[in-house]
């Protein structure tokens, strides 16, 4: 499994910046691919998740009504539209994808390059 992330940069305060994943080396069909973060000190955290199948979401309380995730299966792509951004959310963005379960609760095992995502206040 392959996943390249892209779309990061510097946005201000009560912006928008969507990010990119495009996933390559297998079928995706019973899979589930999401978005991680990682600020400066903290441990890596789950940002949002969609199974690609049903097309199911899930969000981390901290974006929920901000952030949302999107697929294109014919692009075998998946977005992260991040809107209303604070400085909190600056941090290294990664796109991960596996079993659903991994994804959703767990720690997956295969991981996009990192992209950096800084809000100025």
């Known amino acids: 499994v392959q996943l390249q992330a892209s779309g990061g940069g510097l946005v201000q305060t009560g912006g928008s910046v969507r990010l990119s994943c495009a996933a390559s080396?297998?079928?995706?069909?019973?899979?589930?691919m999401g978005w991680f973060r990682q600020a400066p000190g903290k441990e890596r955290e789950f940002v949002a998740g969609?199974?690609?199948?049903?097309?199911?979401?899930l969000y981390a309380d901290s974006v929920k009504g901000r952030f949302t995730i999107s697929r294109d299966n014919v692009k075998n792509t998946v977005y992260l539209q991040m809107n209303s951004l604070k400085p909190d959310d600056t941090a290294v963005y990664y796109c991960?994808?596996?079993?659903?379960?991994?994804?959703?609760?767990?720690?997956?095992?295969?991981w996009g390059q990192g992209t950096q995502v800084t809000v100025s206040s």
């Open positions: 991960a994808a596996d079993r659903p379960s991994l994804v959703l609760y767990g720690t997956p095992d295969y």
């Open positions: 080396g297998r079928t995706f069909s019973n899979y589930a």
């Open positions: 969609i199974k690609w199948d049903n097309g199911y979401t």
